[in-house]
């Protein structure tokens, strides 16, 4: 498009100063322009032409970006803990950068995206994410900073099996009842993702649902009237407090993972019980400093065992003249009294001696 219409006339030596105004909008025919200046020179013997050297360019852009977010479709649930996730975005005039939003985080950005050609997402291990369904959508801004979010959000059901293979696909769980427990405990094995086992404790109804397996983790929620989750490593004990009351009642351990399906051994919580399952695993502070002839250090378990069979000291008696930091044990009682006595004891023998010579 050419724009001859709009003039400015000067004197021969001055500085022409000029301003041009043209509406353009992307129906135009284009959407990246290059603009110049030609110069008309009116000489005593005709009319020169002249173009600028330098053209400059600039583009239109008056719309954001157009954003579709095509799968998972809403309300889809996820078998085996691999979501990918698929968009396309539109825009006539600028360059896009689009990022994939998982509940209001920020997962992952592109820059630069190919438009009008889906992209996508490979996420794994979407078990892990902390609410029952996942909300998602993308949000592509432009080069002139306009932003736009695709619409409408999509949700997807996260707590299907992570191990592929497991046979998830299409299985809504299954329920295991297994009356009154107490300290000896059950065992369970075969568990897949889904499946709840319902059981009594102190006369009181819970149940475990297994949310979700991976290759060496299993996702678990204990319920009575309130839902307790945790995540059990392989041969981890986690301790639930199912009655509210401020102490453990139910402890339970992933025993094994194997092929998609776990075993896990859920028992009545009692100190002797939660000693047997639990190995201890001591770390200490360096000593402090000797202070009063003694000096402390603090010692932790890993594995919060709650227990202290094997648990280091935290204090001991030294030296607080010792050169070498090592601890020495205190003297016992009474011990510097016993020096003094025998000290007394030579100086009087010795005294003794000394008269005796004399009066010889």
Not at 122 to 140: E, I, K, P, R
Not at 163 to 187: A, F, L, P, R
């Amino acid at each position: 498009m050419n724009v001859s219409s709009n003039t400015s006339n000067g004197t021969n030596g001055s500085t022409i100063i000029a301003n041009f105004t043209e509406n353009l909008t992307e129906s135009d025919g284009g959407y990246n322009y290059t603009w110049g200046c030609m110069v008309t020179l009116n000489n005593s013997g005709g009319t020169d032409t002249l173009w600028t050297t330098n053209n400059n360019t600039f583009k239109v852009d008056l719309f954001a970006p157009t954003v579709n977010a095509l799968a998972p479709a809403n309300k889809s649930i996820d078998t085996d803990g691999s979501v990918t996730f698929t968009y396309n975005v539109s825009d006539n005039a600028s360059e896009v950068d689009c990022s994939v939003i998982l509940d209001s985080v920020n997962a992952i950005t592109y820059t630069t995206v190919t438009k009008d050609t889906n992209q996508t997402m490979t996420l794994n291990n979407m078990h892990l994410f902390a609410s029952d369904t996942l909300q998602w959508y993308v949000s592509c801004v432009d080069e002139a900073g306009r932003r736009t979010n695709s619409s409408p959000i999509l949700t997807i059901d996260t707590y299907a099996s992570a191990v592929s293979g497991s046979g998830s696909s299409g299985y809504n769980g299954q329920s295991y009842s297994e009356g009154e427990i107490g300290s000896d405990g059950v065992t369970k094995s075969s568990l897949r993702a889904k499946d709840t086992i319902s059981f009594s404790l102190n006369d009181e109804s819970h149940e475990i649902k297994i949310r979700s397996i991976s290759s060496s983790t299993v996702n678990i929620d204990v319920s009575s009237s309130d839902v307790i989750s945790r995540m059990l490593s392989l041969g981890q004990v986690e301790n639930f407090d199912v009655d509210s009351d401020g102490e453990s009642d139910l402890s339970v351990i992933l025993n094994s993972i194997d092929g998609g399906k776990a075993e896990i051994t859920f028992r009545e919580y009692v100190k002797q019980v939660a000693t047997e399952l639990c190995a201890e695993s001591w770390s200490c502070t360096e000593w402090t400093t000797c202070s009063d002839g003694e000096r402390t250090r603090d010692c932790t378990d890993a594995n919060s065992c709650g227990t202290a069979v094997d648990m280091p000291e935290e204090f001991e008696g030294c030296d607080s003249t010792a050169v070498t930091g090592e601890a020495v044990k205190k003297a016992p009682a009474g011990g510097n009294t016993l020096w003094w006595i025998v000290g007394i004891a030579i100086v009087a023998i010795v005294a003794f001696l000394m008269v005796n010579s004399k009066k010889k």
